[in-house]
């Protein structure tokens, strides 16, 4: 058994009180689809991802390709954790692509920013998955914020990407749009324009696309703004700090 010293914070209660909070926001929006909690576990350890497992978390993410390896590779994760699904959110190098498609238990590739790396990913789950395998969930990651240092596709050429991985990678099952958007943004001056930019996005995709909106997944929101994402229209939230506490600052 787990003792408390292991894990300083109470996982059980932050992953209670993040759930509760989306009931509290699905409340106001009576039509709108529960959201997927994607539970952000960098720097955490194996214990801390068994025990959000123990509460019902199924939906890991993780953002660099080596610690995904090492945790979902972990004696104990994968003996106490079955069901585990990984969700890649980082930035993907095209010499990590093999090392990070192989893993057990990999559900979804949430930062595929251009027509290279699509392809490359497509040819890649093509050799190491057998025919009868369910093709790859990728998203596509598009730069709301126009920040420089941040990856991901222009808004303006996000519907021309995700018609190109529609109609000619197989092995790819493109199932949405994510953002990672500017980090602190004040409230309350108003709406977060990173999620009003990616919900234009999220239009214009099915617009071009002949796609009902709800067949498209919006991945947007964090610990600071996941409620407000939902209110604005995210079906896919990556929630990390309200769950495992805050992350040590590393010397």
Known sequence: MLRRTMTEFDIRAGLQHVLKR????????????????????????????IEAYDSGQRDFGENYVQELVEKSQHPDIVAKCPAIKWHFIGHLQNNKINKILSLPNLHMIQTVDSEKLATRLDAAWAKLK???????????????????????IGMNEAPKLYQFIRNNLKHLQLVGIMTIGAFGFDYSTGPNPDFVSLMQVHRSVCEANSLTPDSVLVSMGMSNDYDRAIEMGSTVVRVGSSIFGHRAVKA
């Open 130 to 152: 057998p025919a009868s395998e369910s093709p790859l969930r990728v998203l596509i990651q598009i730069n709301t914020s126009g920040e420089e240092a941040k990856s991901g």
């Open 22 to 49: 989306i009931d509290e926001v699905l409340l106001q929006r009576p039509n709108a689809a529960r959201p997927l909690l994607v539970a952000v576990s960098k720097t955490k350890p194996a214990e801390a991802i």
